[in-house]
């Protein structure tokens, strides 16, 4: 079956820095990658989707790539703030299905 | 903006008892979702809906059941909680018109089952 893996050690950064995230899946490629931004307590937020024919997408300060010969994903916050703590978390969803699946996320703590 | 609610932030049930969880959207979304989030396994899918009265079985379904009566509400039912079903459940929803298919989640429900 499918499975993704996030790196499920926290990862701790100095404001201002690039916070780097990965995420790496099994078997095949998903259509669509997506990642989520949760806070302790809420629900998760959508942030930012990537086909599986693009490389690279950018919003604001976050960046995703997408490596589909190595079933990776990496995604960047610049210049980070403490704003930014929180969990983030990567999805996979495949053609014509409803079927998201989610990874555990990675928490990034960013101090000042 | 899309709004999902659920109906309690923080729930206890006893052991046996049936336990009701409700969610409501308010984009009239054709999709919605209820998951489970447990401590280092993500979310895991419990079942889904693309339309109102079907539904489909998710991941995990043992021990769950679900109601889909209305396009804006989705219940899932625990129909004899154990305390292995303690965990947070989260509802979302998502739109069939416009792929992919971004969920909209709600704040979710801690249940403890004691």
């Known amino acids: 079956s499918q499975k993704i893996e996030q790196n499920s050690e926290a990862l701790n950064i100095q404001e201002g820095k690039t916070a780097t995230l990965t995420c790496n899946y099994t078997n095949y490629s998903p259509a669509y990658l997506q990642w989520y931004r949760q806070d302790p307590g809420r629900g998760p937020v959508f942030l930012l989707l990537?086909?599986?024919?693009?490389k690279e997408k950018r919003k604001e300060r976050l960046k995703v790539t997408f490596d589909t010969t190595l079933k990776q994903s990496l995604f960047h916050i610049t210049a980070s703030q403490p704003a930014d703590s929180a969990t983030y978390l990567c999805a996979l969803e495949y053609t014509g299905g409803f079927k998201t699946i989610f990874g555990a996320g990675t928490r990034l703590f960013v101090k000042a | 903006d899309v709004k999902v609610t659920q109906s309690s932030r923080y729930l206890v049930k006893r052991t046996g008892e049936k336990v009701f969880l409700e969610c409501v959207q308010d984009?009239?979304?054709?999709?919605m979702f209820w998951y489970r989030q447990d401590p280092g396994l993500g979310l895991r899918l419990i079942y889904f809906?693309?339309?109102?009265?079907?539904?489909e079985k998710g991941d995990i379904p043992e021990g769950y059941s679900v109601s889909r009566e209305k396009k804006e509400r989705f219940s899932l039912i625990l129909e004899s909680a154990s305390t292995n079903q303690t965990s947070m459940y989260l509802c979302a929803s998502s739109s069939s018109d416009i792929t992919p298919y971004e969920q909209y989640f709600g704040p979710g429900t801690r249940l403890t089952v004691t």
């Open positions: 990537i086909r599986e024919n693009e």
């Open positions: 809906s693309y339309d109102v009265k079907m539904k």
């Open positions: 984009m009239d979304h054709e999709n």
